[in-house]
């Protein structure tokens, strides 16, 4: 038992370090990615759009999920910071490619058409696995 809670009380600190670099980072990721779109989903959401929010959801989760696969196959904090930030630059490219690609789906999520934000959603979480497979390769 005493192992047990050595091993908590050294491991804690890396523990914390790691869960707040990471969660640093989404915040980054969600913030630069509010810059980088045809729209702001923040402020479509503030208006009370629900394609908007549902949309913003499915980044947050989407850049998450990558971030996630990174911290737990990171051996260090550095290590979480560099396939971290490889990850949000991935993920932020291929968000950005989608809505030009996808030119109609940003103007109908404007417009609050929960459809289009599902379809983006969909993409979104698809390139994320994608992502996160990378990242912990």
Same mark, same amino acid.
């Given at each position: 038992?005493?192992?047990?809670?050595?091993?908590?009380?050294?491991?804690?600190?890396?523990?914390?370090?790691?869960?707040?670099?990471?969660?640093?980072?989404?915040?980054?990721?969600?913030?630069?990615?509010?810059?980088?779109?045809?729209?702001?989903?923040?402020?479509?959401?503030?208006?009370?759009?629900?394609?908007?929010?549902? +949309?913003?959801?499915?980044? *947050? /989760?989407? =850049?998450?999920?990558?971030?996630? !696969?990174?911290? $737990?196959?990171? %051996?260090?904090?550095?290590?979480?910071?560099?396939?971290?930030?490889?990850?949000?630059?991935?993920?932020?490219?291929?968000?950005?490619?989608?809505?030009?690609?996808?030119?109609?789906?940003?103007?109908?999520?404007?417009?609050?058409?929960? +459809?289009?934000?599902?379809? *983006? /959603?969909? =993409?979104?979480?698809?390139?994320? !696995?994608?992502? $996160?497979?990378? %990242?912990?390769?």
């Amino acid at each position: 038992m005493d192992a047990v809670i050595l091993s908590f009380v050294s491991g804690l600190p890396i523990l914390l370090l790691h869960f707040i670099l990471s969660l640093m980072m989404l915040a980054l990721g969600a913030v630069i990615y509010n810059i980088v779109t045809p729209y702001h989903e923040i402020d479509l959401i503030k208006q009370g759009n629900i394609a908007a929010a549902v +949309s913003f959801g499915g980044v *947050l /989760v989407g =850049l998450a999920l990558p971030l996630a !696969v990174n911290m $737990a196959g990171s %051996v260090n904090a550095f290590d979480i910071l560099v396939f971290g930030g490889v990850a949000i630059i991935l993920q932020l490219l291929a968000y950005r490619l989608t809505d030009v690609v996808l030119k109609d789906l940003p103007e109908r999520i404007k417009s609050g058409e929960i +459809s289009a934000a599902i379809t *983006l /959603v969909a =993409l979104k979480m698809s390139i994320s !696995v994608i992502n $996160a497979a990378a %990242v912990s390769g």
